[in-house]
């Protein structure tokens, strides 16, 4: 999309939560109440990224995050049963896929976790567009309210430029969550009951329908402005790559937390070491300012 369309995006969205203030009552009083603190977290929610060990190896070894396009040889990639992957259905698969805030795309094996500054954002010359849902939810957990759309037009109708959206992301924050910082807890769902641009249509809509995506055209260096990495211990202690990539970004000032694995849920351990580097730098922030 051309930059116009997707400032006419944020434009329309920032509109519609301005009505749907309008409407309710209880959502209002939550944005004149919290939004001078919702705005300075949206503005500094750095940007995470799940991945798997094997492909983190992948990563180093390249020293660049590719995109689904790119790991597939520049040809668009099919599931086992002969059908296109989400990505591609949605036309995202030459994207490196963020989450503002959390970690909220499960990994299955061996996974870990890398936190970004926000300031990547306005560092990288990649292609940037942000769309206030995990767009490929759309295909199979969410569904949007406008049932006109199909998946692909709606995400197209939702993406927004890149960094300007955390604006839109700070109002839609201090309207829809009880305590700003709710938005970076799995359990803590918006307050408001109504919802303002998707809805559930199965049990495992989870967090991701409410979550902004940042998608960058692929690669990522990974010489971007990298705050964190979070890996099992075993793999930090596996081999020479794995300690070269400690030696390296350590030297870099990029924080390393080992976690062990205890009884298959290293998904969730991941997920709660990424929501405490969170919390830190969020209270950080708030106290002494960006850092």
Same mark, same amino acid.
């Given at each position: 999309m051309s930059p116009t369309d997707l400032n006419a995006n944020l434009v329309r969205l920032r509109g519609e &939560?301005?009505?749907?203030? #309008? &409407?309710?009552n209880a959502c209002l009083s939550r944005h004149n109440t919290s939004l001078g603190q919702a705005i300075p977290l949206a503005m500094n929610l750095p940007l995470s990224l799940a991945t798997s060990s094997d492909a983190l190896e992948s990563i180093? !070894?390249?020293?660049? $995050?590719k995109s689904q396009r790119d790991l597939n040889g520049g040809l668009s990639k099919k599931k086992s049963d002969g059908s296109y992957t989400d990505e591609v259905i949605?036309?995202? #698969? #030459? #994207?490196?896929?963020?989450?503002? !805030?959390?970690?909220?795309y499960p990994v299955n094996s061996g996974p870990c976790g890398l936190i970004f500054s926000p300031e $990547?954002? /306005?560092? &990288? /010359?990649?292609?940037? $567009?942000?769309t206030p849902f995990d767009s490929g939810g759309l295909?199979?957990?969410? %569904?949007?309210?406008?049932t006109s759309l199909t998946p692909i037009e709606f995400v197209r109708a939702n993406e927004m430029p890149v960094p300007d959206y955390r604006t839109y992301l700070g109002e839609f924050i201090a309207t829809t969550f009880h305590e700003p910082t709710d938005y970076l807890h799995d359990d803590n769902a918006p307050a408001c009951d109504t919802p303002m641009l998707v809805k559930s249509k199965d049990p495992n809509a989870d967090a991701r329908q409410w979550t902004?995506?940042?998608?960058?055209? !692929?690669?990522?260096? @990974?010489?971007?402005?990298?705050m964190a990495i979070i890996i099992e211990r075993a793999l930090a202690q596996s081999g020479d790559w794995a300690e070269d990539m @400690? @030696?390296? &970004? %350590? /030297?870099? !000032?990029?924080?390393f937390t080992l976690f062990d694995t205890v009884d298959g849920s290293d998904w969730e351990i991941l997920k709660e070491q990424g929501q405490k580097f969170l919390d830190q730098h969020i209270r950080q922030v708030v106290t002494h300012g960006p850092l």
């Amino acid at each position: 999309m051309s930059p116009t369309d997707l400032n006419a995006n944020l434009v329309r969205l920032r509109g519609e &939560l301005l009505k749907h203030r #309008d &409407l309710c009552n209880a959502c209002l009083s939550r944005h004149n109440t919290s939004l001078g603190q919702a705005i300075p977290l949206a503005m500094n929610l750095p940007l995470s990224l799940a991945t798997s060990s094997d492909a983190l190896e992948s990563i180093w !070894g390249a020293q660049t $995050i590719k995109s689904q396009r790119d790991l597939n040889g520049g040809l668009s990639k099919k599931k086992s049963d002969g059908s296109y992957t989400d990505e591609v259905i949605l036309h995202t #698969d #030459d #994207d490196v896929f963020f989450f503002a !805030g959390p970690f909220r795309y499960p990994v299955n094996s061996g996974p870990c976790g890398l936190i970004f500054s926000p300031e $990547i954002e /306005s560092k &990288l /010359s990649n292609r940037k $567009i942000a769309t206030p849902f995990d767009s490929g939810g759309l295909l199979n957990h969410f %569904k949007p309210l406008n049932t006109s759309l199909t998946p692909i037009e709606f995400v197209r109708a939702n993406e927004m430029p890149v960094p300007d959206y955390r604006t839109y992301l700070g109002e839609f924050i201090a309207t829809t969550f009880h305590e700003p910082t709710d938005y970076l807890h799995d359990d803590n769902a918006p307050a408001c009951d109504t919802p303002m641009l998707v809805k559930s249509k199965d049990p495992n809509a989870d967090a991701r329908q409410w979550t902004f995506e940042v998608r960058c055209q !692929g690669p990522v260096p @990974m010489d971007a402005p990298l705050m964190a990495i979070i890996i099992e211990r075993a793999l930090a202690q596996s081999g020479d790559w794995a300690e070269d990539m @400690m @030696m390296v &970004l %350590k /030297s870099r !000032g990029v924080v390393f937390t080992l976690f062990d694995t205890v009884d298959g849920s290293d998904w969730e351990i991941l997920k709660e070491q990424g929501q405490k580097f969170l919390d830190q730098h969020i209270r950080q922030v708030v106290t002494h300012g960006p850092l």
